[in-house]
T-cell receptor, first 110, second 113 residues
Framework: GIQVEQSPPDLILQEGANSTLRCNFS?????LQWFHQNPWGQLINLFY???GTKQNGRLSATTVATERYSLLYISSSQTTDSGVYFC????????????FGTGTRLQVTL | DTGVSQDPRHKITKRGQNVTFRCDPI?????LYWYRQTLGQGPEFLTY????????KSRLLSDRFSAERPKGSFSTLEIQRTEQGDSAMYLC???????????FGSGTRLTVV
């Protein structure tokens, strides 16, 4: 099956700092989503982004499908951004079945 | 619509007992998914439905697991003869179609003692 690797595994930031999270995948995809799992376990969909660039407030994401990676940018981080960020991909032909990466654990401190 | 609802939030059961979880998706979503998440890992796919049809099941879903979505609305996931290895968070999600973002519920945390 498809492999999904995320980096870095852990990240500690001071409030106000910017960060870039990376997701590499091993095969062609036609579904890619970024999620934030907050400290209470709720998974929140951030972006549906199989290709191209999207922005939502302080967050933006870029997927370069031909090079098999996606990036999530967090600007001016806040303590509420803490949690685990997951990239999940659907292989071409099985788009409904998402394979999740192991996540990036982000801690934003004051 | 208040999102995807799961019930119960927590379930503690003795090994060997049967348990059933319920998921109510967003009403206009025709796709419904079940995932399982263990501590420190990302969610793992179990199965998904398009309307009432179960279209794919993971090899993780042993014969002790069964899922239904009668009438294409809510879904149930049943685990028979629970084992300690079944302890996990069971997550339900729904989407409008394959090429739309998922909305996850809050999950059901199962502890098998």
């Amino acid at each position: 099956g498809i492999q999904v690797e995320q980096s870095p595994p852990d990240l500690i930031l001071q409030e106000g700092a910017n960060s870039t999270l990376r997701c590499n995948f091993s095969d062609s995809v036609n579904n890619l989503q970024w999620f934030h799992q907050n400290p209470w376990g709720q998974l929140i969909n951030l972006f549906y982004i199989p290709s191209g660039t999207k922005q939502n407030g302080r967050l933006s994401a870029t997927t370069v499908a031909t090079e098999r990676y996606s990036l999530l940018y967090i600007s001016s981080s806040q303590t509420t951004d803490s949690g685990v960020y997951f990239c999940a991909v659907g292989e071409t032909g099985t788009a409904s079945k998402l394979t999740f990466g192991t996540g990036t654990r982000l801690q934003v401190t004051l | 619509d208040t999102g995807v609802s799961q019930d119960p939030r927590h379930k503690i059961t003795k090994r060997g007992q049967n348990v059933t979880f319920r998921c109510d998706p967003i009403s206009e979503h025709n796709r419904l998914y079940w995932y399982r998440q263990t501590l420190g890992q990302g969610p793992e796919f179990l199965t998904y439905f398009q309307n009432e049809a179960q279209l794919e099941k993971s090899r993780l879903l042993s014969d002790r697991f069964s899922a239904e979505r009668p009438k294409g609305s809510f879904s149930t996931l049943e685990i028979q003869r629970t084992e300690q290895g079944d302890s996990a968070m069971y997550l339900c999600a729904s989407s409008l179609d394959s090429y739309y973002g998922y909305t996850f519920g809050s999950g059901t945390r199962l502890t098998v003692v």
